[in-house]
């Protein structure tokens, strides 16, 4: 990323250019060596969590072995954000598939991240 873009990025206002940025670089020379910057800018940027999850959900559908750190930080910063629970729901299926609900209690056991999601998702008792 060149230090124009950068400039640019950090101008960011909630997310969506660097969300674009992701989207139309993800493949180029270089991109590696960015991920994260782009990931904590992204993170850093959107109050609603709307980019975060949409970042995590992509990356996730690209290479999640390869972005396995980046879509970890970017699932919790999800978690931290998303107090309306209004995307939380759609990054679960998109990261544990839409039959989630039919494994939680294992994935509940096996996946910090799950659990955290799943618990703000279905509460119990108030």
Known sequence: ?????????????????????????????GFEKDVDKLVDNIIKVDKTGQFVVSTARYINAIDK??????????????ID??????????LASSIWGDDYKDRAASLIASDDNFRRIHKRLFPIGI
């Open 1 to 29: 990323m060149d230090p124009e873009q950068r400039k640019r990025l950090e101008k960011d206002e909630n997310g969506l250019l660097t969300y674009e940025y992701i989207a139309n670089n993800i493949n180029s020379d």
């Open 65 to 78: 072995e390869r972005f396995a750190p980046q879509i970890d930080r970017l699932i919790k910063a999800a």
């Open 81 to 90: 954000v998303d107090r309306e629970r209004a995307y939380l729901g759609v």
